[in-house]
C-alpha cells in the first residue's frame, strides 16, 4: 500500500479541522528534515556550532514566543540536531530530576521519545513533535521556577579527578551514594574516558533500585540514545544530571549502609549470576517460559520471578523468551489497570531491554535481565496500591475480526481505542493474525500521536511499545501490540492544542 494512499484515507477519517489532507500543510514553511538527517549521527561531524545562544533562546523566551522565535531560528540555518541538543541541554540545566526522576523532569525523558516519533514519522511533518517538546519544556520550566528556580550549578573544577582517578572515584561515589563526589567524578569521566566506557559505568546502576518507577534506567536510555544523534561533546551536563537522579533515594536513610526493600533484588541477584549456564545468550527459544513468568507476574514475589528465569536459563532457554515474558507480563498488567503505573511498566521495559543489548559487561547484562523480570511483580504491588487490577489476562484476549480490510479496518481500530479499548485490542490481534500489515498500523498509530498527544507519557509510551513490537518473538507478537491499545491515542481523542499554535507561529 502507498504511504500516501494510506495517509489521505486516515485523515479523511478524521474529525480534526487541522488534520488536512494534504498533512500538516503548516510545516513546509520549515526546511524538510529528512530520516537520514534525524537519524543517529554515526560518522556525522561533531556539532561545531556554538549552541549556547540557541539554549539560551529556549530559557529565556517566553512559552507563548517560543515556538515562533524557534521557527525563525530553523529558517535562519539551524539544523534539527541543533535544536535537538539545545532543547536537551535547556532541560537539564533548568530542571532537577528530583523530588523523584518524573514529573516535571519527563521535559527531559520526552526528548528521545520525541525524536523518536520524528525520526518514524513522514520527511514533511518531522518537526511536529519537537515542537511539542519544546513547548513542554517551558511548562516544565516554570513548574521549577515555582519550586524555588533550581538550576544545574557549574561544577568543582578544583576537585574534577583526572584520567587515572575518574572511573574509580566514580565507583566508589556510586556505590556510596556520594552525591558531591559523583558530580566532579562524573565531569572527569565524560572529559577523559570514552562514551561507550561511560555507558558501561552508569549501566551498572541506573537499574538497581526500584526508586522513580523504573526512571532511571529510562533516563539513562533515553539520554545515551539522544547523544548519539546530537554529539559526545554536549554529553557532561547531561551526564552530571544523570548522576545526580542515579542517586535519588526519596530522603531514606543512606542506601550504602541500610538494608531497604527497593535495593534488595539487585543485591540478591549477585548470588544468582553463577547459576548462569556458559552458552546463556545462545539458549533456544521457548514459548513456555513467557507463559510460566506471566504466571509469576501475576502471582509471585520479585525474587521467585528473578529465580524462574535463572532456572529456565539453566534448562537451555534463551533470553529472548525471557523478554518475551517481561514485555507481554508488562502489557498484561496494563491491560488489567490502565493507567501511569501499567503504561510506566511498558516504557521501562523498552528502556531495560535497551540497556541490556548495549551494556558488553557480562554480569551487567545478567543483572539487567534479572532485574528486569523483578521489577514486574513490584509494579503489580504498586499497581494494586491505586486500586484493584481486572480479572483479565493476556490468554482471554480473543481475536475480533474487524468489520472492513485493510486502511478501513485500521480506521476502525483507531475509533475504537477513543471509546472501546477492549474492543479494539481485539481487532488488532484480529487484523493482525488475518495477515494484515503491522508497518501500516503503526505508521498509523505514530499519526494520531501527531495528532492528539497532549502529555510526556503519550510520547514515551507510544514510542517504546511502537519500538517493542519488534523486539518480541511472533508467538506473543500480535498480543503484546494489543495490550498497547490500552494506552494509545485513538482518532476520536481530542487534537493537542498545540497543533493551532504551531501553525500560528510557523505562518506569523
Known sequence: M???????????????????????????????VSAEEARQAGNLAPLHRDLEPLVRLIEDTSREQLLERVAERIRSGASYREVLGALLLAGVRNVQPRPAVGFKFHCVLVVNSCHLASLNGPDSDRWLPIFWALDYFKSSQADEVRRGGWRMAPVQE????????????????????????????????????????????????????????????????????????????????????????????????????????????????ESRLEKFPENWLSGRADEGVAKALLEAFRKEGASAAAELAVESLAGGAGPQSIWDGVFVGAGELLMRQPGIIGLHGLTTANAMRFLWEHASDDATRRRLLLQACAFNPMFRESAKSRGALSDTTIDALQAVSPDGAGDTAIEEILADVTHNKSRAAGKVRGFLESGGDAHTLIQAARRVLFLKGSDAHDYKFASAVLEDYQHVSSPWREQFFATAVFNLKGSGHPDSGLLGRTKAALNG
Open 2 to 32: 502507498h504511504e500516501s494512499t494510506s495517509r489521505r484515507r486516515f485523515l479523511a477519517c478524521s474529525t480534526s479541522s487541522l488534520a488536512l489532507a494534504g498533512g500538516f500543510e503548516f510545516l513546509s514553511r520549515l526546511p524538510r
Open 158 to 269: 578544583s576537585k574534577v579527578p583526572d584520567a587515572a582517578r575518574a572511573a574509580p572515584m566514580f565507583v566508589e561515589a556510586m556505590e556510596t551514594w556520594d552525591e558531591e563526589k559523583a558530580d566532579v567524578a562524573t565531569a572527569g569521566l565524560v572529559r577523559t574516558a570514552g562514551a561507550n566506557q561511560v555507558f558501561e559505568l552508569f549501566a551498572r546502576y541506573a537499574a538497581r533500585d526500584f526508586r522513580s518507577i523504573g526512571h532511571k534506567a529510562i533516563y539513562l536510555a533515553n539520554a545515551w540514545r539522544t547523544l548519539q544523534v546530537i554529539g559526545w561533546e554536549l554529553a557532561e551536563p547531561v551526564m552530571r544530571s544523570l548522576a545526580f537522579a542515579l542517586l535519588n533515594h526519596n530522603d531514606e536513610p543512606n542506601p550504602a549502609n541500610s538494608d531497604l526493600a527497593p535495593d534488595r533484588d539487585w543485591r540478591q541477584h
